[in-house]
């Protein structure tokens, strides 16, 4: 192989590698926190940031983290327990080294019909830097999920079943929690529809 391709492969090789390593989900807590409308479910996903060197302002950029949750429900009317999915994303535009938390949320009226309450049965974070998937970690879905056969047979199910409820599970920003948490809180990306 001719030496300068060499060098461009090698470069391109080290460049993805070190995307997998800036930024990793070590878990998800489940939280209950009451506003004036009702009782709300916050997610609140711990990542583990790690620039690369010489990263501009130790930060990473462009981090999107898209959360699914599936929370056993009776729903009033139903007599059996069915997986109810909700899915949502979020991009921070910049995330420091250190730990930082993206923080998502259902509603009080999706928290008592789906009778929503602790943590959450199955729940799995996709990561990307700068429009780049980044290889999940140990710590990216919940242990219930911990062969790749587990984890691939709930994203099938759940992506397929989260239509019904999509844009119920929200980001940070989207809720009455947008200014909690005013120095642990990342900036986003909104893009905002087009009219």
């Known amino acids: 192989m001719p030496r300068i391709l060499t060098v461009v492969v090698s470069l391109l090789f080290a460049t993805a590698s070190s995307l997998a390593q800036e930024v990793e989900a070590t878990g998800v807590r489940f939280s209950s926190l009451r506003a004036e409308n009702g009782n709300w479910l916050e997610a609140a996903v711990a990542l583990n940031v790690k620039p690369a060197a010489g990263s501009p302002g130790q930060m990473v ?3 999107r983290v898209a959360l699914l949750i599936g929370y056993d429900s009776r729903a009033s009317g139903r007599t059996e327990r069915r997986t109810e999915y909700y899915r949502a994303q979020a991009e921070c535009v910049a995330l420091p080294a250190g730990r930082s938390d993206v923080r998502f949320y259902l509603p009080p009226e999706v928290v008592r019909r789906d ?12 990561l990307a830097v700068g429009g780049r998937s980044v290889q999940a970690g140990r710590g990216a879905y919940a242990a219930s999920l911990a062969s790749p056969d587990q984890r691939n047979s709930f994203q ?5 079943e989260a239509a019904a409820n999509d844009g119920i599970l929200l980001p940070q920003y989207l809720t009455p929690f947008a200014g909690n948490y005013p120095r642990a809180t990342p900036s986003f990306v909104r893009r905002e529809p087009s009219r």
Do not use: L, N
């Not at 099938?156 to 397929?160: G, Q, R, S, V, W």
């Open 115 to 126: 009778q929503v309450h602790g943590d959450a049965r199955v729940w799995g974070v996709e």
């Open 61 to 63: 950029s462009r981090v």
């Open 156 to 160: 099938t199910k759940a992506a397929a």
